[in-house]
């Protein structure tokens, strides 16, 4: 194998190394943290997703209001 290529591979398993070591610091959340966080998350997501669905409904019923006077 050529110097190129085992550069690369040198580089590779020292960024598995490093990112192995990080992960191993870093402070995980229990299930009950990721259960709130992620219903919260989806409660978030679901008053959006009415919000949105209405502002598309009232402005294609203001659009086709303006559309069938011919303005």
């Known amino acids: 194998m050529s110097n ?3 550069g690369w ?16 610091r ?12 992620t219903a919260v ?3 978030f997501v679901f008053i959006i ?3 949105l669905g209405l502002v598309d409904l009232a402005l294609s019923r203001a659009v086709s209001y303006f559309l069938n006077f011919g303005f």
């Open 4 to 6: 190129k290529v085992m």
């Open 9 to 24: 591979i040198h580089q590779g398993r020292t960024f598995l190394r490093d990112v192995q070591s990080e992960a191993k």
């Open 26 to 37: 870093v402070t995980w959340l229990d299930m009950r943290q990721t259960a709130a966080q």
């Open 41 to 43: 998350a989806l409660v």
């Open 49 to 51: 997703a009415v919000y």
